[in-house]
């Protein structure tokens, strides 16, 4: 902000104009991302769903299963559920590390928002510069206006005598400088 009082007016505008246009961009960018958070969220919801829908049905399978014709050993079974145990854990770790991922995005909205709240401060304080600089350059111009009435006024102004003064004084003149000359 101090560096931008230095700057010609027309460097002032097209760096707030540069600074709007990133705002917006940022914006689009962070309503982007809050969509991909939605449907990540979304996907998540889904595949916890999945995942408790492929438990009950496991559970359902191993309980309601009949034994087959050929004789399955239990270190079969035991390797089949391992296996599928071991298939849902790592759907589990793919969940949590996008989970991870939805909180790093939301905690980097939750900066660019006070960034966004910070921008929108020192645009508000290049608007007072711009508005206080406006009236200085006024000021100057109704200075330098009056500076040249009075100089015209001023060589016009020619010394008169006493007798002429004496001659349009009024009764409030006479008054005043008749108590002036007893003292």
Not at 40 to 56: H, T
Not at 65 to 75: A, H, V
Not at 153 to 182: F, G, M, N, Q, W
Request: net charge positive; proline share 3%; with cysteine.
């Amino acid at each position: 902000i101090d560096e931008l009082k230095y700057l010609p007016n027309t460097q002032k505008n097209d760096a707030g104009t540069q600074l709007e246009e990133w705002l917006r961009n940022r914006n689009d960018r962070i309503k982007r991302q809050d969509g991909e958070i939605k449907k990540l969220k979304e996907k998540n919801d889904g595949l916890f769903v999945e995942l408790k829908r492929l438990n009950v049905d496991i559970e359902k399978k191993v309980l309601k299963r009949k034994p087959p014709k050929e004789e399955i050993s239990p270190e079969m079974i035991e390797r089949k559920i391992s296996n599928e145990i071991d298939c849902l854990s790592s759907m589990k770790a793919v969940y949590d590390k996008e989970i991870e991922i939805l909180k790093g995005k939301v905690n980097i909205k939750a900066g660019l928002m006070k960034v966004i709240e910070y921008e929108k401060k020192v645009i508000a304080q290049r608007e007072k510069q711009s508005n206080l600089l406006k009236q200085s350059k006024m000021l100057q111009q109704i200075t330098k206006e009056l500076e040249k009435r009075l100089k015209k006024t001023s060589d016009r102004i020619d010394p008169v005598s006493y007798t002429h003064l004496r001659a349009h004084e009024t009764e409030a003149d006479l008054v005043c400088r008749l108590l002036l000359e007893k003292k």
